[in-house]
Structures are given as structure tokens and as C-alpha cells.
């Protein structure tokens, strides 16, 4: 089975957690079976692998995410990197592309989209292949899932089949309607759309030239800033009519707000956090290491991370964007595929910085031009590379770096660094990248 | 006038602001005219000075709260310091012994004795020069000040006075009564015994010398750990027949809890915080630079600090106590006679720290004998001495210390430092100080 995951852009939702590059999808809040927390990407990508162990797994995302994946997923997930954010559409074309043109896919294969945040049971997996499997027989050039309502949402899109059968011909769509008429839409059998489809990856590349004006792969990445913001929906859904759908009536829940996620979770608390008695239907999600008290708190969500403090009634949460829209927050925390950075102490002229990385991987060979570094090794061994000179360091080293010197360290064991910036205007996007001969 | 301030011990009821070395008076969470905060003891150092300029005040504190009390009042305000925690008869004792032998003030002159904790108008501060005054009048052997009852409160003990006049004789003292029977005693006139009163220093000295076999200061300094810890009140007030008090109706709360301290907060946020509409009876205090976000909350405070998180139902609060004794939190911030210090970064072999010390400021001269540290300047100026070296530093500059080698730094100006403490042991026990010839 080919599976294109649409990992989609940041978001403020589900903030202090989530931010301008730590997107919902990478929040570890779910417990598994051995008490480890995983993320929705690494919880989506596990169930894949269950269902299916050869599932070629691409993952379509902007360039702000491919260090959190590799760092969450290893190596081993594909990912199809968009230059731009530039909606469903240009994004499933590129990845089709990405498929045929860098990962040799025959043009016949089925290929599987499906967003990579949905809380779901591993029979969504089942039917993802069920839909790859139907998409062989031919009977139609899409092969969508329809998820069976549980309530008469006002949030969702609706796919009216032509009858109730397992699989069954689409009749139409109908946009977000109100309660009553989505009422009505469920009696008659409709299901939700959850952005799921099948087809070959044929289809997917006739449409991306039909649509746009390019040669192969590389040129479609070439120009695809100057793409138009568009859906797969709006693009070719709703414009195809010979399109099948499959009912799927397990688990299925949008994580989009702090109330619909903290009834995912298992636990009341992750974290450091202690709840007295007179607490009722209180969720804490503690990432520092400072314990968090409540007392006499009910149906209330209290999230805490380097970023910020949000407490909130569990209902209200969903209305946390306008505020946290306003925060201009420096970013505190970040997954890079090397490890993962933290921010401990932010001054005027001045930055500390608490470095992770993880064994065997290297930060990229970068200067800077307006600020000092010095980095204090505290624990681990590496091996540093300042202006082409190496040095072995270990923990109690001092590595000095001026302004515009290049520099690097790789770690040989997990390897933590204390990274002090100094200078008058410190941005992240003061840095100049080098490659390294070897 | 003469005043002796009881500054009481550490305690969790204000927790997370309050912690083992941070006591609730230093918490800077009063709003002056200016929009500046202060804490209760420099607002009540502030009360004091503008009642009578020329007061003399003398802090009676244990070792562990001197620094931040020349931190928050300057080298003006005399410490009696405790070598250990005795209650407050011993304590008084040694702060009568400081004013005679070390302050040489008069065994003749008035002394008046209140807590350093109460939240009051500058009329209670009035009441105590009255109650310096009437001790000038050889009266009585002790004059205590009589808070006028608000309600029927069982939490305080009530002074039962002769007449109701301004200033009467004392008939009786009752310790905490249940509701029915406060009522009465209130209804004969009776008030809360506030801790204050005022005598002769003789009488004092007196008293510690009938009660303790010790020759001067400096041997019932020396002693001070073999005392039996016990009251003033126990010790000499319920034991003393010649008792005039004086009555204050002024404004007087006893700010022991979070829900007693909101009340006496003038806006409901002190920090970086955004409280939406829905939000009724809030109070959030937040010492971190990152932003605190409630959303529908009624009646609950929220207090951040590097210590942890508070999520209380206001009336809850008051039950904190037993929650917060269960955290093993190692201390995250302190204020210094030399400046402050937070911790940024806890790891199994090391820590990062930083230090700030005030301009014309120095740390003792010391060394480790289990951690090697390294200092990275990253402001001001200053004048490190390491085994007997000195070297003037500023920002940039990295001083590397191993385990045992003696050192210090002073500021010229304000000068800002992250310390690397690596080690296998790291403890604040970890520590010899040495004199310097200069």
C-alpha cells in the first residue's frame, strides 16, 4: 500500500503545546501500552505499519516539519517537502510527483491520502487498504472513505452515497450544514468526509498536469510558490463523478481543541502534576519539570511548556486563537532532526540556549554574522569542527566561537551542549550554511 | 522610635512563591503609586519611615533570610540574626541583647515589637508611636495594640480589655474561641491579639535574663541553639498582670493564604497574562517571562514561578499546605545580598544557574569541593578573582573553574553570568568560604 500522509500547517489551538513549528501532530500525548508517550504521527505511523508492514509511507509537508519528523519517525518515512504551504491540492500533486519521479512508483499503483491527525482504531488502517483494493477493481476513479456520523455535526463536510451498501456510488457532497439539515443528510445514509481518498497514482498525476503547467518533479517543486492556494476538494472532488466510498464506522475523532483531546487521553495528568480531591474532570499536560498543583478545579485543562501557561474551562478552550494570536511569543522549544533545542534565558543582547543531540547526528556546518556563541559541553562526547579544525570535547569543555566563525558539532554519545549567544540583534535567521567535504 | 520586626520563617502556603528560602514577605506583589511592586517588607519598612523618619528598625530573621533582606531594603535596616528557629521569646531576647550591646540603645528607651507581615494602613503605624508614647508614661509594664474584631474569627486570640476606652487596662487574654463564644467576647469589647506591643528595652532584658542564664549578646548568641523554643506571649504576656493596650480599627488582614492575598491585590494580574471575558474573580501572578492564558475560570488564582504551577479554586487555597509539603523541589530562584540567582537547567551531573549580582556587589569568596564551574559573562563588568588572580571581565569572557580552586566575582555594573556547575554530587552544602585579605 502507498499512503500519502497531508501533515498539516502549525497551529495555536492547542497552544502552549503547539506553535509556529511544533504543530499539533507532534504533541506526545498518548500513552502506549508500555507507558511511553507517542505523538498523532508516530501513533498514525505505528498503526500503518500494524496493518500493513510494507507500507510505503510518504509524508507531504512544508520544510518546517521535516526535522520534527525525522526526529519522531527515524529516517526511514518519506517525506515529500513543499517549498511553500500552498493547500491540499498542489500539495498531493507534488507528492504524486515526489512518488513517480524520486521514488520510482508505477504510474498504476493505488495510492492512499489521508490527513496524519485523526484519533482512530486500526480498523481505519483495514479500511484504508480496502480502499487501495477497491481502487484495483476499477469501478471508479475515486475511492473515498466515509466516516458513519455519530451526531449530526455542523462541523463537517457530508458525502451522500447513492445507497447504504458497504461500498456504494457517491450521489453528491454537501458543505458544512446546519444541525437540522445534517439531520436530515444521516437518515438518508450520508457519511462525513474526512479528506480520506484512494485512486491510482495515474489519476493523480493526470490531474496535476491537467491543472498546472509542468514538466516532472523538480519543475513543478521549481515553481510551486507560484501556485494558487486551492483544495483537492474544490480542485477535482467535487468536479469527478464517477467516485465510489466506503463506509468506516470505528473510532474516529478531529483532535483540533484542547476538550476534544484531553478526552483522548487515558490519564488525567501527564507530566508532574498533583490534583486534590475536590478536583472534578481536570486534565494537565506539564512538559517542565516543575511540579503543577490544582485544587477545586472542575472541568478544566491546564497545559504548561516552555512557551506558556494555559488554563482554561474545558468548553472554552475552543475559543484559545484570537488570544494566543496576540502573544508574540519567541519559539522556546524545537525538534530538529539532530535532537532538539530549548531556550533557557533570553536578555537584551543575549540568548542561553540548552542543545540535545541525539548519537551519531550532527548539526548542520553554519556561522553566523552578528553574534558570538560559546558552547559549555555538560554531558556526552562529540566531536566539534570549528573553521575546519576538530576537537574531541566531552563534558567541562568551553568552545568559543566569534561571529562569522563556521562551526558544527556531531555526537558520538547522546551529547548536551549549554549554547550562549551573544550579539546585538540575535535572530534565528542569522545563519549561513556550509556543506562539509567529508 | 525603636521597632523590632518579627520576621517569620519559610513556609509553603504561598507556594510556589513562597518556598524554603523565600518567605511570603518577600514576595513582591503589592502595587505602588509608582506601578512598581513591593513585598510585604518593604512595604511595611515603607509604612514605618513614613510614619517617623527617623524610626530605627531591626529585622529579628533567621541566617536564611538576610540576604534577601538587605536585597530588598539595602545595608540600611539592622538584622538581629537567629542562629537557629526558637519562637518568638528567644528571638526577642537576642534582638533586645543587638540593641543594647550591639546598637547601644538606651535600657531606657521605649521598644516596640510587631510583626513584619501584617497588611495595613499607615494608621496602625500611628498607633505604634502611641504605643511608644504610653510606655514613656510608666503605665504599665507592657502596652499591647488591639486589633478591632471584623467578625466572630476563630483563627485569632482575643485580648479582653477593662473598659472600652482608646487605651485601657488588660483583664484577660483567650486563646482561639469557637464562632458563638468569640461573639460574646467581642460583645464585651474584647480584640485580637495581633502579636504587637511596646515596652521598655529593660523590660526586655529583664525577662531574658530571669528566664535564660546567658552574660551578654554575644553568649546568648552562642547559646541560642540549646533555647527551648517558646513564645513571647506564653513566656511573659499570659504571665504579665500589668497590661494596658491600645485599640486600632484600621485596616488589618492577615495575608497568610492565596485567597487573603488576591483580596489585597489592586489589579487581578501581576505579570504577563491574558484573562478572556468569560473570566469572573480571577487572579493570576506570574514571575516568568512567558505568557499565563485563562479562559473561563470563576474564583481561582494562578501563580507561576520557577518553582511550579498553582491552580486553585480561591477558597481552596487555604488547603495547600499538605500537597506542597509532599514536593521535593529543589530551590529554582533566591535572592542574595549581592544580587540573585535562578536556576535554569537541572541535569543528573550538572546545572545551569544564572547569576545576577548588582552593581558594587560581590559574592563570598569560595570554593567546591565536588563540581568544577565555569562562568560565561553575558553583561556588565566585572572583576573576577580566581586562587588570588584577579582579571577584569565583561560580556563574552569564560572563566573555567575546577573543583576546589577558590573564587569570587565583583560587578562594577550590574553584570549578568550563566554558571556551568558540572559534578557528580552538586549540593548548595557544597561550599567553603575564605576571608579576603582586602
Known amino acids: 500500500m502507498n499512503i500519502i500522509l497531508l501533515s498539516g500547517g502549525s497551529g495555536k489551538r ?22 511511553e508517550y507517542e505523538s498523532m504521527v508516530q501513533r498514525v505511523y505505528r498503526q500503518i505499519r500494524r496493518v500493513d508492514s510494507s507500507a510505503v509511507v510518504t509524508i507531504a509537508t512544508s520544510r518546517a516539519q521535516v526535522s520534527a519528523i525525522h ?31 524520486v521514488r520510482n512508483v508505477e504510474e498504476n499503483e493505488p495510492v492512499v491520502v489521508c490527513p496524519v491527525d485523526p484519533y482512530v482504531d486500526d480498523s481505519y488502517f483495514d479500511t484504508l487498504k480496502e480502499l487501495s483494493i477497491q481502487v484495483e477493481k476499477d469501478e471508479a476513479n475515486l475511492v473515498l472513505m466515509g466516516i458513519e456520523p455519530t451526531y449530526p455535526s ?38 462525513w468526509n474526512g479528506g480520506v481518498f484512494a485512486c491510482r497514482l495515474r489519476y493523480l498525476l493526470d490531474k496535476a498536469h491537467e491543472l498546472i503547467d509542468f514538466t516532472d518533479y523538480a519543475d513543478l517543486f521549481a515553481k510551486y510558490d507560484t501556485l494558487p492556494k486551492i483544495s483537492f476538494d474544490y ?15 470505528g473510532e474516529w475523532k478531529d483532535l483540533g481543541t484542547w476538550n476534544t483531546l484531553t478526552e483522548a487521553m487515558t490519564e488525567p495528568v ?10 472534578e474532570n481536570v486534565s494537565v499536560i506539564n512538559e517542565l519539570n516543575v511540579p503543577v498543583v490544582c485544587m477545586g478545579l472542575k472541568d478544566v485543562v491546564v497545559s504548561v511548556s516552555a512557551e506558556g501557561v494555559l488554563v ?37 543582547e543575549g540568548m542561553t540556549i540548552k542543545v540535545t543531540l541525539n548519537p551519531g547526528h550532527r548539526m548542520n556546518y553554519h ?35 566569534q561571529a562569522g566563525c563556521r562551526h558544527t558539532v556531531s555526537a558520538v554519545t547522546e551529547l548536551k551542549l549549554i549554547e550562549v549567544q551573544l550579539g546585538k540583534e540575535i535572530s534565528v535567521h542569522d545563519k549561513q550554511k556550509f556543506e562539509l567535504d567529508n
Open 71 to 101: 526526529n519522531q519517525l527515524g529516517e526511514e518515512a518519506f517525506v515529500s517537502v513543499e517549498p511553500c504551504r500552498r493547500d491540499t491540492f498542489p500539495a498531493i500533486a507534488l507528492a504524486s510527483l515526489y512518488l513517480k519521479d
Open 14 to 35: 492547542l497552544w502552549p503545546l503547539s506553535n509556529d513549528v511544533r504543530s499539533k501532530q507532534f504533541i506526545k500525548i498518548f500513552q502506549k501500552e508500555d507507558g
Open 270 to 279: 501527564i507530566g508532574d502534576a498533583v490534583l486534590n480531591d475536590a478536583c
Open 367 to 401: 556561522s553566523h554574522l552578528r553574534r558570538d556563541e560559546i558552547w559549555n559541553v555538560i554531558s556526552g562526547e562529540g566531536v566539534v569542527l570549528v573553521d575546519g579544525m576538530e576537537q574531541n570535547v566531552k563534558a567541562g569543555d568551553v568552545i568559543t566561537m
Open 312 to 348: 482554561s474551562d474545558k468548553e472554552q478552550s475552543s475559543y484559545i486563537k484570537p488570544y494566543v494570536d496576540k502573544i508574540e511569543q519567541q519559539i522556546m522549544f524545537a525538534e530538529k532532526s539532530w535532537g532538539s533545542f530549548r531556550v533557557l534565558d533570553v536578555e537584551e
Open 235 to 249: 480542485a477535482v472532488v467535487e468536479k469527478e463523478s464517477d467516485i465510489q466510498v466506503v463506509r468506516y464506522d
Open 154 to 191: 455542523e462541523k463537517y463536510g457530508y458525502i451522500i452515497p447513492v445507497d447504504r451498501k458497504k461500498i456504494s456510488s457517491v450521489n453528491t457532497f454537501k458543505e458544512k450544514p446546519d444541525e437540522k439539515t445534517a439531520g436530515e443528510y444521516i437518515s438518508r445514509g450520508a457519511l
